[in-house]
């Protein structure tokens, strides 16, 4: 029973957001706790579901420049 209330409180503040969008979000956290991430295939992915055209030898730096931008419209 401990843990009924718990399930309910976390169903309350989970995101409506597409999962595409969540990705996103939590790439750009963490570019802005502390540094680029290592496997740019990934970032690429993660900007090609957003919808942006990303070429395969792309600057990972522009690309989460990109992908930030998206995010703000």
């Known amino acids: ?11 309350g503040t ?3 957001l597409p999962p595409e969008i969540e990705q ?4 750009i956290e963490a570019v802005d706790r502390g ?3 290592l496997n740019p295939a990934k970032v690429n992915a993660i900007a090609r579901d957003l919808g942006l055209e990303v ?6 730096e522009q690309t ?9 419209r």
């Not at 070429?55 to 990972?60: D, K, M, N, T, Y």
């Open 55 to 60: 070429g395969r030898h792309a600057a990972v």
């Open 1 to 11: 029973m401990k843990f009924g209330f718990r399930w309910f409180w976390r169903r």
């Open 14 to 16: 989970q995101s409506d």
């Open 35 to 37: 540094g680029l991430p």
């Open 64 to 72: 989460v420049e990109r992908i930030r931008a998206c995010l703000l």
């Open 24 to 27: 996103a979000r939590a790439l």
